[in-house]
């Protein structure tokens, strides 16, 4: 049960660290994104979208893999 446990603490750092560091990727892609959208779309929305697909994308790795990179075909 202990075993489990760490394993998952250790899952859980992990994925904040992958979040952590692709922050900025993430604001990054949501004023570009932005600057393709209607006017009325506000940067606050685009980027909150951003930061849920990096979540999404940082749930989704395996901590087995050796890199950081939240790109699945590296």
Do not use: C
């Amino acid at each position: 049960m202990r075993v489990a446990v760490i394993q998952k603490s250790s899952e859980l750092k992990f994925r904040h660290s992958l979040i952590e560091g692709h922050l900025k990727l993430a604001r990054q892609a949501a004023w570009w994104a932005k600057s393709r959208l209607p006017f009325w779309i506000e940067f606050d929305d685009v980027h909150q979208a951003a930061l849920l697909g990096l979540v999404e994308a940082a749930s989704r790795s395996r901590t087995d893999r050796k890199s950081t990179r939240l790109n699945s075909s590296h």
